[in-house]
T-cell receptor
Framework: EPEVTQTPSHQVTQMGQEVILRCVPI?????FYWYRQILGQKVEFLVS????????KSEIFDDQFSVERPDGSNFTLKIRSTKLEDSAMYFC????????????FGPGTRLLVL | KNEVEQSPQNLTAQEGEFITINCSYS?????LHWLQQHPGGGIVSLFM???GKKKHGRLIATINIQEKHSSLHITASHPRDSAVYIC????????????FGSGTQLTVLP
């Protein structure tokens, strides 16, 4: 069964460093999402991406964040200058036709900012 | 802004019991998702509902749009059902993001 994959599974970085989290969505899906979950808190929407552009973003997704689909398969989330409060689990998800259908989540990347 | 509330926060049941988890939201939605989060953190989609009721195996999800309320039921619960169950709403006015509830930690004892 096709699945969403994410790399790395864990990343430790120093405050102020740039990180890139990578996702490979399911190959025929058209909508891509990033979510984050701070330890012990609820999952939060960051950004949705369709047709090579951001379709919606939350207030969390400020200028420090960017997303890209550099080729036909990868979908990346870049954090330019990490802060301690960026420590969280980051989930990528994809769907064929938007939020009104089943979302397929990746296993997540646990980011720890020291 | 849509507020999504779940109850209970924690639920412990004996194997075989019928489980109900509730979700309410504050503004109109176009769809509601039920998700399962495993102890390792992975998230699996269980249902997407926009009206009525859906059933998959021992899981049943219902939604009442007028009352802004959804329920997830598990019949004949089993220890392998132990997980966090999360509802997430798609607001009518914003069709491209989900608003998540805090989750219900379910523990089913053998």
């Amino acid at each position: 069964e096709p699945e969403v994959t994410q790399t790395p599974s864990h990343q430790v970085t120093q405050m102020g460093q740039e990180v890139i989290l990578r996702c490979v969505p399911i190959s025929n899906h058209l909508y891509f999402y990033w979510y984050r979950q701070i330890l012990g808190q609820k999952v939060e929407f960051l950004v949705s991406f369709y047709n090579n552009e951001i379709s919606e973003k939350s207030e969390i997704f400020d200028d420090q964040f960017s997303v890209e689909r550099p080729d036909g398969s990868n979908f990346t989330l870049k954090i330019r200058s990490t802060k301690l409060e960026d420590s969280a689990m980051y989930f990528c998800a994809s769907t064929l036709a938007g939020t009104q259908e089943t979302q397929y989540f990746g296993p997540g990347t646990r980011l720890l900012v020291l | 802004k849509n507020e999504v509330e779940q109850s209970p926060q924690n639920l412990t049941a004996q194997e075989g019991e019928f489980i109900t988890i509730n979700c309410s939201y504050s503004v109109g939605i176009s769809a509601l998702h039920w998700l399962q989060q495993h102890p390792g953190g992975g998230i699996v989609s269980l249902f997407m509902l926009s009206s009525g009721k859906k059933k998959h195996g021992r899981l049943i999800a219902t939604i009442n749009i007028q009352e802004k309320h959804s329920s997830l039921h598990i019949t004949a619960s089993h220890p392998r059902d132990s997980a966090v169950y999360i509802c997430a709403a798609v607001s009518s006015g914003s069709a491209r993001q989900l608003t998540f509830g805090s989750g219900t930690q379910l523990t089913v004892l053998p």
